[in-house]
């Protein structure tokens, strides 16, 4: 099972982005997923996830400002993000809600600067 995360890049404040996590080898659809960020000197956290019924939560930072989104059909789980801030900057991951250590990537960075 690998998942490939993408789409991060140098955005300025109240900008937007559209993160994406591809899985191969196993279906992501019955999985519970989420999407983590871990900024430098800081802890990974969760900001949204997604579960098997479609029932979405956020961090109470990201609310309303990020949406996240699964697609069967892809095996893709993506995350929407709008009016960007600088504390949103980090290195963005995705992986199911009960985090297994064998499917953390690379991530992709996202860093939120005028």
């Known amino acids: 099972v690998q998942v490939v995360e993408s789409g991060g890049g140098l955005v300025q404040p109240g900008g937007s982005l559209r993160l994406s996590c591809v899985g191969t080898g196993y279906a992501l659809d019955i999985f519970d997923m989420g999407w983590y960020r871990q900024a430098p000197g800081l802890s990974r956290e969760l900001v949204a996830s997604i579960s098997t019924s479609a029932y979405t939560n956020y961090k109470d930072s990201v609310d309303g400002r990020f949406t996240i989104i699964r697609d069967r059909a892809k095996n893709a789980l993506y995350l929407q993000m709008d009016d960007l801030k600088p504390e949103d900057t980090a290195v963005y991951y995705c992986?199911?809600?009960?985090?297994?250590?064998?499917?953390w990537g690379q991530g992709t960075q996202v860093t939120v600067s005028s």
């Open positions: 992986n199911t809600v009960t985090p297994i250590n064998a499917w």
